[in-house]
Nanobody
Framework: QVQLVQSGGGLVQAGGSLRLSCAASGLAFSGYVMGWFRQAPGKERDFAAAITWSGSYTFYADSVKGRFTISRDNARNTVYLQMNSLKPEDTAVYYC???????????????WGQGTLVTVSS
């Protein structure tokens, strides 16, 4: 059974940094994409970043490009989201997910982590 376990998150002040982790288990092949989405209170879940499991192609939303970096560790079956220069508008619950389809549409993701809250104070 596929499971995604997230760690990281917390409370930081504007301009600070956080690193999120997402450890996957139960995946039988490497031809998939892992992505990060975020959902602020009362808002829709929006795409943030994604990475292919093989080839290391990365994709970013314009809102995080230049500040966030997605990476992966194949040996640990883990994907990371390094978040720098955080802004109050980055405050959201962050979710990692797995898809073999479209990387920037949350409806295409088959599996999700439990989510972790990131709060950025102004």
């Amino acid at each position: 059974q596929v499971q995604l376990v997230q760690s990281g998150g917390g409370l930081v002040q504007a301009g600070g940094s956080l690193r999120l982790s997402c450890a996957a288990s139960g995946l039988a092949f490497s031809g998939y994409v892992m992505g990060w989405f975020r959902q602020a209170p009362g808002k829709e879940r929006d795409f943030a970043a994604a990475i292919t499991w093989s080839g290391s192609y990365t994709f970013y939303a314009d809102s995080v490009k230049g500040r966030f970096t997605i990476s992966r560790d194949n040996a640990r079956n883990t994907v990371y989201l390094q978040m720098n220069s955080l802004k109050p508008e980055d405050t959201a619950v962050y979710y990692c997910g797995v898809t073999i389809d479209v990387y920037n549409n949350y409806g295409r993701y088959a599996y999700w982590g439990q989510g972790t809250l990131v709060t950025v104070s102004s």
